[in-house]
């Protein structure tokens, strides 16, 4: 009424809606109650009638355009959704690095280069740019070599002692030799 007739009292708007409501439940019970209404209005006395709410008239305005209003509302539901989804995502990836560097750090503290190593691959793969995921794994890959060289020195140093006790059982053969000529030769 106040869109075609700004001057109209917003009371007698709010009655005369109120008597024009679609729904029956929401009018006026009867004649008399619009008239006993009205006549409040006209006395300058406070009316019944209450202004239809902002919920009720957004309810309204979503039946009468259903057909923009569903389509939105899947729409902003969908993207309600994704971002859902999107953030448990993150927080989950999240909580899988803080574990891969946790059980990273664990098995450096046991000295388990080779644990170590997988579980800070783990974390890189998850985030490559994270400094304490890329420090655990030169670690565990320099701790990897270090014991690799170790090994193959250890390896080397067997190698040569064996070649050597070889060599000193050949010679020692050698010197019994000579020996027991030199007893017969004596003789």
């Known amino acids: 009424v106040r869109r075609l007739r700004p001057k109209v009292d917003r009371d007698l708007e709010t009655v005369c809606l109120k008597a024009l409501e679609k729904d029956v439940s929401r009018r006026f019970p009867t004649t008399r109650d619009f008239a006993r209404d009205l006549g409040r209005w006209l006395d300058g006395e406070p009316i019944e009638a209450r202004a239809v709410s902002l919920s009720g008239r957004l309810v309204r305005k979503a039946r009468k355009h259903r057909w923009v209003v569903l389509p939105t509302a899947a729409a902003v539901l969908l993207a309600v959704v994704g971002a859902g989804l999107f953030v448990a995502v993150q927080v989950s990836r999240a909580n899988d690095l803080d574990d891969a560097i ?86």
């Open 102 to 187: 946790a059980s990273g750090n664990f098995a450096r503290t046991r000295g388990d280069a080779v644990a170590a190593r997988d579980s800070f691959l783990e974390a890189k793969r998850l985030d490559g740019e994270n400094a304490e995921a890329r420090a655990g794994l030169g670690w565990a890959e320099d701790e990897i070599a270090r014991r690799a060289a170790a090994e193959k020195a250890a390896h080397e140093l067997a190698l040569a002692e064996k070649a050597a006790a070889e060599a000193l059982a050949d010679k020692s053969g050698r010197v019994q030799n000579v020996l027991a000529r030199w007893v017969l030769h004596a003789d």
